[in-house]
């Protein structure tokens, strides 16, 4: 499965979780997507299926995966597991733009690392702890 992290500095950590889970929520009582107006080629939104989530950790179930978010004091820690490469990419794509958008004020933006079974335990958590830059 593979699977993709990125490490936000802020300090609005929560609030952004927070919006970003009730945005995704919304999402799982639409009916139907606009024409165009979603993610990723061929322009659809990635189906969501459940949400859940608390001030400080959420999981997004989608059709093609999952989305796992945690918030901290001065970091947003999100990480993507897919079911195959296409899907990490739209994933990835989805919650980059949305992260962009609802961030612009702080300046975020996604910078993925992929994380695999041949990823060093010790390079993992480097990059959870990191120094506080975008990854």
Do not use: N
Request: contains cysteine; hydrophobic residues 35%; proline residues 4%.
């Amino acid at each position: 499965m593979p699977t993709a992290e990125t490490r936000l500095a802020t300090d609005r950590a929560s609030r952004y979780l927070v919006q970003l889970c009730r945005h995704l929520g919304r999402m799982t009582h639409m009916s139907h997507r606009p024409p165009g107006g979603g993610h990723g080629e061929g322009g659809t939104q990635p189906e969501v299926r459940h949400v859940e989530f608390t001030d400080t950790h959420a999981t997004v179930h989608f059709a093609e995966g999952l989305w796992t978010l945690d918030a901290t004091a001065d970091a947003l820690t999100l990480r993507v597991d897919a079911d195959d490469e296409d899907a990490l990419r739209r994933l990835q794509d989805g919650i980059a733009a949305r992260i962009e958008k609802i961030g612009r004020r702080d300046g975020l933006r996604a910078q993925w690392r992929r994380v695999g079974a041949d990823t060093p335990p010790q390079v993992e958590a480097d990059a959870r702890g990191g120094t506080g830059e975008a990854r």
